[in-house]
């Protein structure tokens, strides 16, 4: 499953006091909760962006900014949880995944079969999050938090002309092409196509049916296209693309996927060549892609732009609840445990 969070974009580095704090803060929190639940119900609340928001006050780290994403991954990754290993990282760091996925995956005794799969799902979630959701972010955190039966995903999209970062949050899906996600927050904004919506199910199938034609031919449609679309949509953002990999999709043809998934597994097919797809199936065949934000909550929880995280209450309480007992059956000093449970309070209420 997926869900995302929009954050105000923020160049600096967490300082070094906190850091350290937050990971020794970190280590007795997770010793606790390992010992009480399982690592799947672990990568599960990493999953979930209330938990995840929570855990960051909790540790001291409550600025309403892309930093919660990126300083957080970090020190969850310097810390030992227990039958869990975390890679990836931001920027150069992220692309680094794949081979410490082999390392970490070796040292949990997993199958090579299984490695294969895990690194699968760090490249196949990047590339739905830049390529799928087109949203204007792109991706510059990716990290992957594993076990020996499940994985999430915590990865974050940059757009500079708004300042506002985006954070895509997975965990273990059945598939990864429609609404692979349990919840979705952030920043409404009106232009956007999603393609992994289930409105765009007959988009995405025109699409693969488009493909299996002569290259020719999506020629043909893309310029009939690239003359009518611009005034007809009258939004910069989903106009058909100038330019198409006309290469990817010669590639694409030879091989003749069968589905969707097969299609974005291509090398070589990304944002535009897709984009150019979904609106060449739009206003040719009649089958337009979803143009609604899968955003579905808000971001801050009481946070300061004032704006309320739109759960559950009892939500919110169980979150609280379960972070509260971690920090009293820890061993920390009776005055850090108070400041941490004033910090937990602040979920609650």
């Excluded at 007795?28 to 399982?38: C, G, K, R, V």
């Excluded at 990836?88 to 090579?112: C, F, Y």
């Excluded at 196949?124 to 972010?137: E, F, G, I, T, Y």
């Excluded at 310029?223 to 005034?231: A, R, V």
Aim: hydrophobic share 35%; charged share 25%; net charge positive.
């Amino acid at each position: 499953m997926r869900s995302t969070t929009d954050l105000p974009l923020h160049y600096g580095k967490a300082p070094h006091w906190l850091t350290t704090r937050m990971i020794d803060l970190a280590s007795q929190i997770f010793a606790i909760l390992s010992e009480e639940h399982p690592p799947d119900w672990i990568l599960q609340k990493i999953a979930d962006p209330l938990w995840f928001q929570s855990l960051c006050c909790l540790l001291g780290y409550d600025w309403h900014s892309s930093g919660t994403t990126t300083v957080l991954c970090g020190v969850l990754k310097s810390i030992n949880i227990p039958d869990i290993k975390i890679v990836g990282g931001k920027g150069k760091t992220s692309r680094k995944a794949p081979q410490e996925i082999v390392q970490k995956g070796e040292e949990l005794n997993l199958s090579s079969k299984k490695i294969d799969s895990l690194v699968y799902a760090s490249k196949m979630s990047a590339k739905v999050d830049n390529c799928l959701v087109q949203d204007n972010h792109q991706l510059y955190h990716h990290s992957l938090f594993f076990s020996a039966s499940a994985w999430t995903v915590v990865q974050q999209g940059m757009n500079p002309q708004t300042r506002y970062a985006r954070r895509y949050q997975w965990f273990n899906p059945s598939q990864f092409i429609e609404e692979p996600h349990q919840g979705i927050t952030g920043i409404k904004t009106e232009k956007v196509m999603d393609l992994t919506a289930k409105q765009s199910k007959e988009c995405r199938k025109t699409s693969v049916d488009i493909i299996k034609e002569s290259p020719m031919r999506i020629r043909r449609y893309v310029h009939e296209n690239q003359q009518t679309l611009d005034p007809y949509l009258g939004i910069a953002s989903f106009v058909m693309p100038e330019t198409i990999n006309w290469k990817a999709l010669r590639k694409a043809y030879e091989i003749q996927p069968r589905s969707y998934q097969e299609l974005v597994e291509i090398k070589g097919i990304g944002p535009k060549t897709l984009r150019g797809l979904a609106l060449v199936s739009e206003f040719t065949f009649g089958e337009p892609p979803s143009y609604k934000d899968p955003v579905k909550y808000s971001f801050a929880f009481g946070g300061k732009d004032g704006v309320p995280f739109p759960v559950e209450r009892n939500a919110m309480d169980e979150v609280a609840r379960i972070l509260r007992e971690a920090v009293e059956e820890s061993k920390l000093g009776k005055k850090e445990k108070i400041q941490a449970i004033k910090r937990i309070a602040k979920i609650s209420h």
